[in-house]
């Protein structure tokens, strides 16, 4: 993957990233979005601004274009970084495309979101908290199909307690392939690794060498835990 022009997406993604100049993809987009693009889990990690948001985005968006009943789920740590997500998948998101999203996120109006979901988002970026609530509330109840879950940088194994009700959910669970998992933090819980099957790990490690200050990348790959 030398150019996002090399890449096997959709015309109407390839497009859109086109017109926002992006060119020539980072170490972790590089090594990550291909493999998503396959169907492979992923678990990452990159320092700040090395592109990680975008690394995930692509594939998740080529995802639901190709699959008009596909939906995705994006939980962050925070508003602030929930908000931020969401401004950048929505900027990828051309006219063409036209996937409809839902931020679910603590110090908004619940209404709002109740609306935004009632009128089939199929991205849905939140905070556990705020999740949390609405799964008590039975508003996700037709998200049980969810075929992409993103985790960013969610450290903190007790999430999964939020997940719970869609990880054990039937529907989802069915199929060779049910649903892309990608988690991208700064730090790589490798109790993680015993959660899932065929889970693919790409560690990105930045190593400032001194005498000539190059940076070296490394590579980890778990193929099956069974």
């Known amino acids: 993957m030398e150019n996002f022009k090399t890449l096997k997406i959709e015309v109407s993604l390839k497009n859109s990233l086109s017109k926002m100049n992006f060119v020539k993809p980072t170490p972790i987009q590089v090594m990550a979005i291909p493999v998503a693009l396959e169907g492979r889990d992923i678990l990452g990690t ?13 594939p ?12 995705a789920l994006v939980m962050c740590p925070t508003r ?6 969401m401004e950048a998948i929505k900027s990828i998101i051309s006219d063409k495309i036209n ?11 619940m209404q709002k979101q109740l609306r935004q979901l009632s009128n ?22 037709a998200y049980f199909t969810i075929t992409v879950i993103i985790l960013y940088f969610l450290e903190d194994l007790s999430f999964f307690n939020f997940l719970n009700p869609i990880f054990k959910e039937k529907k989802i669970k069915s199929g060779p392939q049910p649903y892309l998992l990608i988690w991208f933090s700064f730090i790589l819980p490798l109790t993680l690794v015993y959660l899932f099957n065929k889970i693919y790990i790409f560690v990105i490690s930045h ?3 001194i005498v000539n200050m190059s940076i070296t990348f ?5 193929y099956s835990l069974v």
């Open 46 to 58: 990159a320092q700040t601004g090395t592109g990680k948001t975008l690394a995930f985005s692509v």
């Open 60 to 71: 998740l968006i080529n995802k639901l274009i190709l699959d008009k009943n596909a939906l």
């Open 80 to 85: 602030e970084l929930a908000t931020q997500v």
């Open 99 to 109: 996937i409809k999203t839902a931020l679910l996120i603590g110090g908004e109006s």
């Open 120 to 141: 089939r988002s199929r991205i849905i970026v939140g905070t556990p908290g705020r999740i949390n609530d609405h799964l008590k509330r039975k508003s996700l109840i």
């Open 207 to 209: 190593l400032m060498r």
């Open 218 to 222: 490394g590579i980890l790959i778990k």
